[in-house]
């Protein structure tokens, strides 16, 4: 006798059922984003308004930039610009790394001497120094380089040696090293413990734990910043108009008073200084990208790789 159940039979869908059902019973809408639209129509406004503005005032005196943007005082000014930023941020990274080894070390008396070098020079506006500086020779007729306390030694005369771009690089030197040793110092602490640990347990001297093992790793915390400080010693440079060095904003000062093109020149000096940053910017990037290579498995693509991608898509689609 046949077995009745009430149980219900039940047959899965198939793949072409389910896939029908989905496609009839779903549709996919993309956000709508309204307010990008207006923020995006309204940056292209205000761009487009200045660019006619550029264009349309006679003001700008466009004719004049150009005859200047080139000359020849210009680019010598230019030159002494980028000749004292260099060894400006030579002498503040050597002196800056001395001051942040010498704040983190054991001695009582370095760590303090490195502190108050720092306290003082973060203390003091650059102008006050430069003026100084440059005035150094009221204070000591003579500069002596020897062993104290005996007559071993050499000396020079101070108007002789402190002239107007050896007081420029000194003074910017000198004040970049304090914001720079506090940089150093940072990244160097940034660096966990347990680094500091195994580089003493292989028994490598102080100098190569530092410079081999240490520092390295620092470098992803301190190039950053230390771009950020160079950024603004370029711009730092102009200060020293006042003590008459024709580097490029003095140069651009002097064009102009002699012509009286004040707006023309000013961009000249703009521009230039623009260029300048964005060359840095650059550069930053990529260190950045090579200090990079030991925290990230791949890197990201740069610009240029982008860009070829980009035509390279569009291309073969």
């Known amino acids: 006798m046949p077995i009745v159940s009430d149980a219900v039979h039940y047959r899965a869908p198939t793949q072409s059922t389910t896939s029908q059902r989905v496609d009839t019973t779903l549709q996919i809408v993309p956000a709508r984003h309204p307010w990008r639209w207006v923020g995006s129509a309204f940056a292209a406004l205000i761009l487009l308004g200045i660019v006619h503005s550029l264009a349309t005032n006679p003001r700008w005196e466009w004719g004049v930039f150009a005859q200047w943007f080139l000359a020849p005082a210009v680019l010598k000014g230019l030159g002494k610009t980028l000749l004292l930023t260099l060894l400006a941020t030579l002498l503040s990274t050597v002196l800056g790394t001395a001051l942040a ?66 007081v420029a690089v000194l003074g910017l030197g000198m004040m970049q090293a304090a914001y720079t040793a506090e940089i150093i110092r940072g990244g160097i602490l940034g660096v966990d413990h347990g680094q500091h640990e195994a580089a003493a347990a292989l028994g490598l001297p102080a100098s190569r734990r530092v410079f081999r093992i240490i520092l390295p790793q620092a470098l992803r915390a301190i190039v950053p910043t230390a771009f950020n400080e160079v950024i603004g010693l370029v711009k730092g440079t102009s200060i020293v108009y006042v003590l008459a060095l024709p580097e490029l904003f003095y140069t651009v000062q002097v064009i102009y008073n002699r012509t009286q093109a004040v707006i023309p020149l000013l961009i000249v000096a703009t521009v230039w200084y623009l260029l300048i940053t964005t060359a840095l910017t650059s550069l930053q990037y990529y260190v950045e990208r090579y200090f990079a290579r030991g925290a990230l498995r791949n890197l990201p693509p740069t610009p240029l790789q982008r860009l070829r991608g980009w035509l390279k898509e569009k291309t073969h689609g």
């Open 101 to 166: 080894l010498a704040r983190l070390s054991r001695s009582p008396l370095l760590a303090s001497l490195a502190w108050g070098y720092i306290w003082f020079f973060r203390s003091m506006p650059a102008l006050l120094v430069l003026i100084i500086l440059y005035n150094f020779a009221y204070l000591y007729d003579h500069i002596w380089l020897g062993v104290p306390f005996t007559e071993l030694g050499k000396s020079w005369s101070t108007v002789d040696v402190l002239s107007q771009f050896s």
